[in-house]
Protein backbone atom coordinates (compact mmCIF):
# COMPACT_ATOMS: atom_id res chain seq x y z
CA UNK A 1 0.00 0.00 0.00
CA UNK A 2 1.78 3.50 -0.58
CA UNK A 3 0.44 6.08 1.44
CA UNK A 4 0.35 9.69 1.26
CA UNK A 5 1.28 11.26 4.80
CA UNK A 6 0.72 14.61 5.71
CA UNK A 7 1.94 16.05 8.72
CA UNK A 8 3.91 19.19 10.05
CA UNK A 9 4.89 17.83 12.91
CA UNK A 10 8.74 16.56 12.51
CA UNK A 11 8.29 13.64 15.75
CA UNK A 12 4.93 12.38 14.67
CA UNK A 13 5.86 12.63 11.27
CA UNK A 14 9.27 10.95 11.26
CA UNK A 15 7.49 8.03 13.94
CA UNK A 16 4.55 7.03 11.21
CA UNK A 17 6.85 7.10 8.23
CA UNK A 18 8.86 4.53 10.08
CA UNK A 19 6.15 3.03 11.55
CA UNK A 20 4.38 2.77 8.08
CA UNK A 21 7.98 1.43 6.39
CA UNK A 22 8.26 -1.65 9.19
CA UNK A 23 4.56 -2.34 8.33
CA UNK A 24 5.68 -2.83 4.56
CA UNK A 25 3.87 0.59 3.37
CA UNK A 26 5.40 3.04 0.67
CA UNK A 27 5.25 6.46 2.73
CA UNK A 28 5.42 9.46 1.27
CA UNK A 29 5.47 12.32 3.57
CA UNK A 30 5.19 16.03 2.92
CA UNK A 31 4.57 18.78 5.71
CA UNK A 32 1.85 21.20 3.86
CA UNK A 33 -1.33 21.37 1.98
CA UNK A 34 0.92 22.61 -1.27
CA UNK A 35 3.09 19.67 -1.18
CA UNK A 36 0.29 17.52 -0.64
CA UNK A 37 -0.95 18.59 -3.83
CA UNK A 38 1.92 18.19 -5.49
CA UNK A 39 2.36 15.13 -4.59
CA UNK A 40 -0.92 13.93 -5.52
CA UNK A 41 -0.54 15.65 -9.14
CA UNK A 42 2.91 13.18 -9.97
CA UNK A 43 2.12 10.27 -8.10
CA UNK A 44 -0.94 7.52 -7.26
CA UNK A 45 -1.62 6.71 -3.81
CA UNK A 46 -3.56 3.86 -2.12
CA UNK A 47 -4.76 6.26 0.83
CA UNK A 48 -4.42 9.64 2.40
CA UNK A 49 -3.39 10.27 6.29
CA UNK A 50 -4.28 14.06 6.38
CA UNK A 51 -3.91 16.78 9.92
CA UNK A 52 -6.22 18.70 10.85
CA UNK A 53 -3.70 21.70 11.60
CA UNK A 54 -1.22 22.74 8.88
CA UNK A 55 1.10 25.79 8.75
CA UNK A 56 -0.73 26.80 4.96
CA UNK A 57 -4.20 25.42 5.31
CA UNK A 58 -6.85 23.31 7.15
CA UNK A 59 -6.94 19.89 6.66
CA UNK A 60 -10.33 19.78 6.40
CA UNK A 61 -10.47 22.67 3.86
CA UNK A 62 -7.65 20.54 1.68
CA UNK A 63 -10.18 18.11 2.18
CA UNK A 64 -12.79 19.64 0.92
CA UNK A 65 -11.00 20.86 -2.16
CA UNK A 66 -9.37 17.92 -3.11
CA UNK A 67 -12.87 16.11 -2.97
CA UNK A 68 -14.26 18.48 -5.18
CA UNK A 69 -11.43 17.83 -7.81
CA UNK A 70 -12.79 14.26 -7.80
CA UNK A 71 -10.04 12.72 -5.74
CA UNK A 72 -12.09 9.27 -4.03
CA UNK A 73 -9.41 8.01 -1.99
CA UNK A 74 -10.07 6.64 1.52
CA UNK A 75 -8.98 9.45 3.90
CA UNK A 76 -7.85 9.35 7.60
CA UNK A 77 -8.27 12.47 9.41
CA UNK A 78 -5.83 13.23 12.43
CA UNK A 79 -6.58 15.69 14.63
CA UNK A 80 -6.11 16.70 18.40
CA UNK A 81 -10.08 17.95 18.58
CA UNK A 82 -12.21 15.62 20.10
CA UNK A 83 -15.39 17.62 20.00
CA UNK A 84 -18.19 15.47 18.38
CA UNK A 85 -18.92 18.19 16.59
CA UNK A 86 -15.59 18.31 15.01
CA UNK A 87 -15.63 14.69 14.07
CA UNK A 88 -19.03 14.99 12.01
CA UNK A 89 -17.63 18.36 10.55
CA UNK A 90 -14.63 15.65 8.89
CA UNK A 91 -16.35 13.26 8.05
CA UNK A 92 -19.09 15.66 6.69
CA UNK A 93 -15.94 17.04 4.58
CA UNK A 94 -15.04 14.55 2.99
CA UNK A 95 -12.72 12.31 5.50
CA UNK A 96 -13.38 8.36 5.55
CA UNK A 97 -12.30 8.10 9.01
CA UNK A 98 -10.96 10.36 12.26
CA UNK A 99 -8.73 9.18 14.65
CA UNK A 100 -7.68 11.67 17.90
CA UNK A 101 -4.25 12.23 19.01
CA UNK A 102 -2.45 11.02 20.79
CA UNK A 103 -3.63 7.32 18.93
CA UNK A 104 -2.37 3.76 19.20
CA UNK A 105 -0.12 2.59 16.25
CA UNK A 106 -1.61 -0.23 16.05
CA UNK A 107 -4.92 0.76 15.96
CA UNK A 108 -3.90 3.48 13.32
CA UNK A 109 -2.63 0.36 11.16
CA UNK A 110 -6.11 -1.32 11.93
CA UNK A 111 -8.29 1.59 10.47
CA UNK A 112 -5.61 1.71 7.51
CA UNK A 113 -6.56 -1.90 6.46
CA UNK A 114 -10.29 -1.46 6.95
CA UNK A 115 -9.82 1.83 4.64
CA UNK A 116 -7.77 -0.58 2.08
CA UNK A 117 -10.97 -3.13 2.30
CA UNK A 118 -13.31 -0.53 1.72
CA UNK A 119 -10.76 0.63 -1.03
CA UNK A 120 -11.35 -2.60 -2.69
CA UNK A 121 -15.14 -2.81 -2.61
CA UNK A 122 -15.31 0.48 -4.06
CA UNK A 123 -12.77 -0.70 -7.02
CA UNK A 124 -15.31 -3.46 -7.85
CA UNK A 125 -18.02 -0.93 -8.67
CA UNK A 126 -18.93 1.31 -11.15
CA UNK A 127 -16.18 4.14 -11.40
CA UNK A 128 -18.20 7.58 -12.77
CA UNK A 129 -15.96 10.73 -14.16
CA UNK A 130 -18.49 13.54 -15.94
CA UNK A 131 -20.43 11.82 -18.70
CA UNK A 132 -17.72 8.37 -18.88
CA UNK A 133 -18.20 5.62 -16.71
CA UNK A 134 -16.79 2.30 -16.15
CA UNK A 135 -18.07 -1.10 -14.73
CA UNK A 136 -15.46 -3.24 -14.58
CA UNK A 137 -17.39 -6.68 -13.26
CA UNK A 138 -19.07 -6.48 -17.00
CA UNK A 139 -16.12 -4.61 -18.93
CA UNK A 140 -18.27 -1.97 -20.12
CA UNK A 141 -17.47 1.39 -20.46
CA UNK A 142 -20.01 4.17 -21.56
CA UNK A 143 -19.74 7.39 -22.91
CA UNK A 144 -23.28 9.05 -22.12
CA UNK A 145 -25.45 6.31 -23.00
CA UNK A 146 -22.78 5.10 -25.99
CA UNK A 147 -21.16 1.89 -25.02
CA UNK A 148 -17.37 2.16 -26.10
CA UNK A 149 -16.02 -1.10 -27.10
CA UNK A 150 -12.02 -1.25 -25.83
CA UNK A 151 -9.40 -4.24 -26.01
CA UNK A 152 -8.41 -5.52 -23.09
CA UNK A 153 -5.11 -3.34 -22.17
CA UNK A 154 -7.52 0.10 -23.39
CA UNK A 155 -9.90 -1.28 -20.49
CA UNK A 156 -7.05 -1.53 -18.09
CA UNK A 157 -5.81 1.76 -18.60
CA UNK A 158 -8.70 4.08 -18.33
CA UNK A 159 -9.38 2.16 -15.47
CA UNK A 160 -6.28 2.95 -13.84
CA UNK A 161 -6.74 6.79 -14.86
CA UNK A 162 -10.59 6.69 -13.98
CA UNK A 163 -9.45 5.85 -10.62
CA UNK A 164 -7.16 8.58 -10.40
CA UNK A 165 -9.45 10.90 -12.15
CA UNK A 166 -7.86 14.74 -11.54
CA UNK A 167 -4.87 13.56 -11.02
CA UNK A 168 -1.85 12.70 -13.38
CA UNK A 169 -0.72 9.23 -13.55
CA UNK A 170 2.99 8.30 -15.10
CA UNK A 171 3.60 6.59 -18.14
CA UNK A 172 5.87 4.54 -16.01
CA UNK A 173 3.10 3.70 -13.39
CA UNK A 174 0.44 2.92 -16.23
CA UNK A 175 3.51 0.15 -17.87
CA UNK A 176 3.69 -1.35 -14.48
CA UNK A 177 -0.11 -1.61 -13.89
CA UNK A 178 -1.44 -2.59 -17.42
CA UNK A 179 1.79 -5.25 -17.24
CA UNK A 180 0.35 -6.88 -13.97
CA UNK A 181 -3.00 -7.73 -15.44
CA UNK A 182 -1.77 -8.31 -19.58
CA UNK A 183 1.87 -9.53 -20.05
CA UNK A 184 1.06 -8.85 -24.24
CA UNK A 185 1.96 -4.75 -22.67
CA UNK A 186 5.26 -3.94 -24.19
CA UNK A 187 7.27 -1.23 -22.57
CA UNK A 188 6.57 1.34 -25.49
CA UNK A 189 2.76 0.62 -25.96
CA UNK A 190 1.30 3.54 -23.60
CA UNK A 191 1.25 6.43 -25.94
CA UNK A 192 -0.27 3.73 -28.88
CA UNK A 193 -3.03 3.26 -26.12
CA UNK A 194 -3.66 6.08 -24.99
CA UNK A 195 -3.75 7.40 -28.55
CA UNK A 196 -6.26 4.76 -29.38
CA UNK A 197 -8.40 6.19 -26.41
CA UNK A 198 -8.88 9.40 -27.14
CA UNK A 199 -9.86 8.19 -30.90
CA UNK A 200 -12.81 6.30 -29.06
CA UNK A 201 -13.65 8.80 -26.54
CA UNK A 202 -12.65 11.88 -27.68
CA UNK A 203 -9.84 14.09 -27.53
CA UNK A 204 -10.76 16.11 -24.42
CA UNK A 205 -11.35 13.75 -21.68
CA UNK A 206 -7.46 12.29 -21.98
CA UNK A 207 -4.81 15.38 -21.37
CA UNK A 208 -1.32 14.95 -20.99
CA UNK A 209 1.53 16.87 -18.96
CA UNK A 210 4.62 15.95 -20.60
CA UNK A 211 7.69 15.30 -18.42
CA UNK A 212 4.57 13.93 -16.01
CA UNK A 213 1.91 11.82 -17.31
CA UNK A 214 -1.71 11.80 -18.20
CA UNK A 215 -5.24 12.67 -16.60
CA UNK A 216 -8.92 11.80 -16.93
CA UNK A 217 -10.62 14.92 -17.38
CA UNK A 218 -14.62 15.30 -16.88
CA UNK A 219 -16.50 16.78 -19.59
Not at 39 to 44: K, P
Not at 116 to 145: F, N, W, Y
Not at 157 to 180: D, P
Request: proline share 3%; glycine share 6%.
Amino acid sequence: MKVLLVEDDPQLGATLERALHHDGSVCEWVKSAEDASLALDVSVFDLIILDWMLPDQQGIDFLKEARHKGITLPVLMLTARTATSEKIEGLDSGADDYLTKPFDLDELFARLRSLGRRREVRASSIITVGQLSLCPDRHEVKLGDTEIQLSKTEFIILKKLMENAGRYVSKSQLEEYAYTWDNCVTPNAIEAQISRLRKRLGSDIISTLRGVGYKVESI
